[in-house]
């Protein structure tokens, strides 16, 4: 089992920057992606970025050149540089982990809130 804890949400104005940190925790796993999703209230969870364990990233295309993922695989932290953010980035983002033993395994963390004002 792998615990997951995000830290670094909050409120910000339009053109602010935040940085969102995922560590995860327990024993006997080996992560090979993280990534961070958001949901806004009726939306759907989106992917936000994600990273490897090679460091192959990956972003939405509304993050690209904002965003920068960054993780650290021998303390399986993952990290989520946020600038210029904008009202629409408003949401409450989750970090995810995925593991591998033959089947994909997918852990989440409980979110935590991002507010951009205008």
């Known amino acids: 089992q792998v615990q997951l804890l995000e830290s670094g949400g909050g409120l910000v104005q339009t053109g602010g920057s935040l940085t969102l940190s995922c560590a995860a925790s327990g024993t006997g796993f080996v992560i090979y992606a993280m990534g961070w999703y958001r949901q806004a209230p009726g939306k759907q969870r989106e992917l936000v970025a994600s990273i490897t364990r090679g460091y192959v990233t990956n972003y939405a295309d509304s993050v690209k050149g904002r965003f920068t993922i960054s993780r650290d695989n021998a303390k399986n932290t993952a990290n989520l540089q946020m600038n210029s953010l904008e009202p629409e980035d408003t949401a409450t983002y989750y970090c995810?982990?995925?593991?591998?033993?033959?089947?994909?395994?997918?852990?989440w963390g409980q979110g935590t809130q991002v507010t951009v004002s205008s």
């Open positions: 995810n982990a995925k593991t591998f033993d033959g089947y994909v395994h997918n852990y």
